[in-house]
T-cell receptor, first 118, second 115 residues
Framework: AQKITQTQPGMFVQEKEAVTLDCTYDTSDPSYGLFWYKQPSSGEMIFLIYQGSYDQQNATEGRYSLNFQKARKSANLVISASQLGDSAMYFCAMRELGFSGGYNKLIFGAGTRLAVHP | NAGVMQNPRHLVRRRGQEARLRCSPMKGHSHVYWYRQLPEEGLKFMVYLQKENIIDESGMPKERFSAEFPKEGPSILRIQQVVRGDSAAYFC?????????????FGPGTRLLVL
């Protein structure tokens, strides 16, 4: 069965520093998608970044980058120049092949709570 | 361009009542997904629908829960005879297609509290 593991329940970082949030996954499917979402205290789920299993380069979106190591089955999120507004829960997710043959459901990790200190 | 809309944002029900949660996908999106988030946990998939069809309901409890996405109007997640364990945040997401790289965009969620 496919699985996402986030081993860091909580992380602290000083403002303006970089931080890496860990995510490992397990799948036997050769084609998959990996996503990171941010959930601030207000509760909404905000899409941050996507990495496809066949993408040659690591994904980047502004201050977010994804350190994708396929052989290790890891997809760590790197946030550069942390800001106070980055304090939130961060979820790693994988697109799972569904019954219909298409990729539909996302499976989520347990999340990492990031606190950015001034 | 409005995002995914969910209402109500907060819902309080007593045990045994029915809860009805609504979701309007983003414009141009015909794929809808429902997820449940228990306190301090990640989201868990419940059901995937396209217009008038349930494609995958493998994550939805067999009893008391049902979902629909009619030809016209929002998708509805219905919970009958709610129990305290149903208290959770219910998120709806939508996407344009079901490809592996297709991003699901989430609504703000409905927080259900069962007294």
């Amino acid at each position: 069965a496919q699985k996402i593991t986030q081993t860091q329940p909580g992380m602290f970082v000083q403002e303006k520093e970089a931080v890496t949030l860990d995510c490992t996954y397990d799948t036997s499917d050769p084609s998959y998608g990996l996503f990171w979402y941010k959930q601030p205290s207000s509760g909404e789920m905000i899409f941050l970044i996507y990495q496809g299993s066949y993408d040659q380069q690591n994904a980047t979106e502004g201050r977010y980058s994804l350190n994708f190591q396929k052989a290790r089955k890891s997809a760590n999120l790197v946030i550069s120049a942390s800001q106070l507004g980055d304090s939130a829960m961060y979820f790693c997710a994988m697109r799972e092949l569904g019954f219909s043959g298409g990729y539909n459901k996302l499976i989520f990790g347990a999340g990492t709570r990031l606190a950015v200190h001034p | 361009n409005a995002g995914v809309m969910q209402n109500p944002r907060h819902l309080v029900r007593r045990r045994g009542q029915e809860a009805r949660l609504r979701c309007s996908p983003m414009k141009g999106h015909s794929h809808v997904y429902w997820y449940r988030q228990l306190p301090e946990e990640g989201l868990k998939f419940m059901v995937y629908l396209q217009k008038e069809n349930i494609i995958d309901e493998s994550g939805m409890p067999k009893e008391r829960f049902s979902a629909e996405f009619p030809k016209e109007g929002p998708s509805i997640l219905r919970i009958q005879q709610v129990v305290r364990g149903d208290s959770a945040a219910y998120f709806c997401a939508s996407s344009k297609s079901s490809g592996s790289g297709e991003t699901q965009y989430f609504g703000p969620g409905t927080r259900l509290l069962v007294l």
